[in-house]
């Protein structure tokens, strides 16, 4: 059971060149989430899915797009990468903790470095 | 909208005694989950213990409880017996409790070092 898993773990990338962040699940959860991490701080959500075909906009969309085609997939793609989008990403997705209605305890991957110079 | 305020940037714990991480939080929901979650050197975020607002009783997760005082509107995760291991950054989290998927509100983290 592999979970969530990510790639690639680490990333280079020039000013101005795009990339798409790969991310799949095992678990067959329904959501799915995109957060970025940056240094010495908590994470902010990028993207959200509740399910194929339908996703929407976390606190920090602006510099990214999604798509959400199958229940295990679910890719975040940065256009023309500037140098605030040097961050650790995380790609995380969700269940319905046993006996506790309401809570969605979030399974996450071990996160992308991307770097952009 | 959601603000969750972790108020200690680090803290030193002794082996085997027990620490307090302060979490508080703003929101205007009427039902929501509090979270807290663990991530080591190595970068991956573990998941903890979660509190819904509707709780009566407050969580435990083996060595990990939660301190939940609603009215206060805080949120403290205390580790007993803490191990070397527990070395770590400690985030806060918070969401909405909806049908549709729970988007997490992260503090800014409390870091933990223990000393043997």
């Not at chain 1, 959860?29 to 995109?34: G, Q, V």
């Not at chain 2, 609603?70 to 049908?99: E, T």
Request: glycine share 10%; hydrophobic share 35%.
């Amino acid at each position: 059971n592999a979970g969530v898993t990510q790639t690639p773990k680490f990333r280079i990338l020039k000013i101005g060149q795009s990339m798409t962040l790969q991310c799949t699940q095992d678990m067959n959860h329904n959501y799915m989430y995109w957060y970025r991490q940056d240094p010495g701080m908590g994470l902010k959500l990028i993207y959200y899915s509740v399910g194929a075909g339908i996703t929407d906009k976390g606190e920090v969309p602006n510099g990214y797009n999604v798509s959400r085609s199958t229940t295990e997939d679910f890719p975040l793609r940065l256009e023309l990468a500037a140098p605030s989008q040097t961050s650790v990403y995380f790609c995380a997705s969700s269940y319905r903790a046993r006996g506790r209605v309401g809570a969605n305890v979030l399974t996450f991957g071990a996160g992308s470095r991307l770097t952009v110079l | 909208a959601q603000k969750i305020t972790q108020t200690q940037p680090g803290m030193f714990v002794q082996e085997k005694e027990a620490v307090t991480l302060d979490c508080t939080y703003d929101t205007s929901d009427q039902s929501y989950g509090l979270f807290w979650y663990k991530q080591p050197s190595s970068g991956e975020m573990i998941f903890l213990i979660y509190q819904g607002s509707y709780d009566e009783q407050n969580a435990t997760e083996g060595r990990y409880s939660l301190n939940f005082q609603k009215a206060r509107k805080s949120a403290n995760l205390v580790i007993s017996a803490s191990q070397l291991g527990d070395s770590a950054m400690y985030f806060c989290a918070m969401s909405p409790i909806k049908a549709a998927g729970n988007k997490l509100t992260f503090g800014g983290g409390t870091r933990v070092l223990v000393k043997p």
